[in-house]
C-alpha cells in the first residue's frame, strides 16, 4: 500500500475508533486545520495537522494526499473533499437498501432519477411553498432532486451520485441496522 492510502486508512481508523462521533468531529478538526480561514487546506496545513495526529509526512507526501483528494482540481482541499476521502466504506447491507431506494425513485427503469421520475413517487403539492404559490410542484420536485445531484446539477441523479449522498449519511451512523432502518423509514421500503 503506498504512503498517500497508508495514510488515509490511518486517518479513518482514528476516526472510526471513536464511532460516529470521530466522524462528524471531521468538520472540526478540518476547521481547526484551516488556519489560514480560506475554508480549504494546502498540503502544508493538512501536512502540520497530520503531525498533530502523529501521522507523520513529509511535504511530498501531503501534497500526494492532497491531489490524491482534490476532486476539483483547485490544488486545495475543501471540507466535502476531505469528508468524501475519510469516510468508511459501506456494508453490503447499507448499499443494498440504498440501491432498493433508488430503484423505487427510478420509475423508469433507465438508471437516472429525473423530474418525471420523481412525479409518481413523491408528492409535493401539500408543500407550504407550493400551497403558498412561491413555488411550482416542478420546482419542489426539481429542488428535492437536487439534493442528491452531484455539484454538477444537471437535472439528473445516477445510482453513484445518490450512493454519494447516502455514504455521507452513513457515516453518521454506527450500525447498519440503524441506517437500514431510517432508510426502510424514509423511503417506506
Avoid at 70 to 90: C, K
Avoid at 99 to 114: E, I, M, W, Y
Amino acid at each position: 500500500m503506498d504512503t498517500v492510502d497508508a495514510t488515509v486508512e490511518r486517518l479513518r481508523g482514528q476516526c472510526l475508533s471513536r464511532g460516529a462521533s470521530g466522524i462528524q468531529g471531521l468538520a472540526r478538526f478540518f476547521r481547526r486545520l484551516d488556519r489560514d480561514r480560506s475554508r480549504s487546506l494546502d498540503a502544508r496545513e493538512l501536512q502540520q495537522g497530520l503531525a498533530e495526529l502523529g501521522l507523520a509526512l513529509d511535504m511530498a507526501e501531503a501534497e500526494g494526499v492532497c491531489r490524491r483528494w482534490d476532486r476539483d482540481g483547485s490544488g486545495t482541499l475543501d471540507l466535502e473533499e476531505f469528508l468524501r476521502a475519510l469516510r468508511p466504506p459501506m456494508s453490503q447491507a447499507r448499499e443494498a437498501v440504498i440501491a432498493a431506494a433508488f430503484s423505487k425513485l427510478d420509475r423508469s427503469g433507465d438508471g437516472v432519477v429525473t423530474v418525471d421520475d420523481l412525479r409518481g413517487v413523491y408528492s409535493c403539492h401539500a408543500h407550504p411553498k407550493v400551497q403558498s404559490g412561491e413555488w411550482t410542484e416542478e420546482e419542489v420536485l426539481r429542488r428535492f432532486l437536487d439534493n442528491f445531484d452531484s455539484s454538477e446539477k444537471d437535472g439528473q441523479v445516477t445510482l453513484a451520485e445518490f450512493q454519494d449522498y447516502y455514504s455521507g449519511v452513513s457515516a453518521s451512523m454506527d450500525t447498519d441496522e440503524e441506517f437500514v432502518a431510517m432508510m426502510t423509514s424514509a423511503w417506506r421500503l
